[in-house]
């Protein structure tokens, strides 16, 4: 039996993929085409009744959505890849909180950057807090750079944390003007390990082929 990941490349999707890869779990990838909207199409809703990717259909069939839970999920599900630290160990609680804080911090924030049209209209000032929002997910990933003990972001070494703010860098939000380079550099050189990682490799050049 295989999980089945629905998404898109470059989307949320990545991180899933990449936990279900390093779990060594089986599954299949159904694109869902956001360029045709289709994660809002009533077929999409009757898995995430909230139109967005990526959902999770679980071998026994039950769907589950929300990157920070599947990746809690994921990790529960196949200990052996130590995807996070297990309960009670060194780090667990920091490895929760900040995969909380990208969820709720950050996440919520690209949708407002991409999608500024379902806040505010066109001449109500759309480009002002598309730029506002901008800044705080900049400012938000300076955090995140703040509590990565490097060259992982946990010190005990590679971790779902890793392949959740990878992605996140490697959004449109903060891909202009070496930005990036100047003030997440321990995420860069994370998202570049990652690229490196045997199981990670293929995803990551199907989802990032731009670096
Ligand atoms: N809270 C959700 C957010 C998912 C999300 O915003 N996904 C984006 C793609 S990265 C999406 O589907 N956007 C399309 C839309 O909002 O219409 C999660 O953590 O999974």
Known sequence: MKYILYGENGSG??????ALAEAGAAFEFENI?????EQRSPEFRVLNPSGKVPAL???SGEIVTETSALLNLIAERHPASH????PEAPERAQALRWIAVMASELYTMVEIAAYTARFVAAH?????LKLSAKRRIRERMAAVEQAVAGPWFLSRGFSALDI???????WRE???EGWREEHIPQLCAIAAALAERPSLTAIWNRHFPNG
């Open 174 to 176: 903060c891909r202009s």
């Open 57 to 59: 259909k679980l071998p």
């Open 13 to 18: 999707a990545f991180c899933v993929e990449a």
């Open 33 to 37: 085409d956001m360029s045709k909207d």
């Open 83 to 86: 995807l996070l630290p297990a």
């Open 124 to 128: 109500k000032g759309a480009a002002v």
């Open 164 to 170: 959740y703010a990878a992605m996140f860098s490697r």
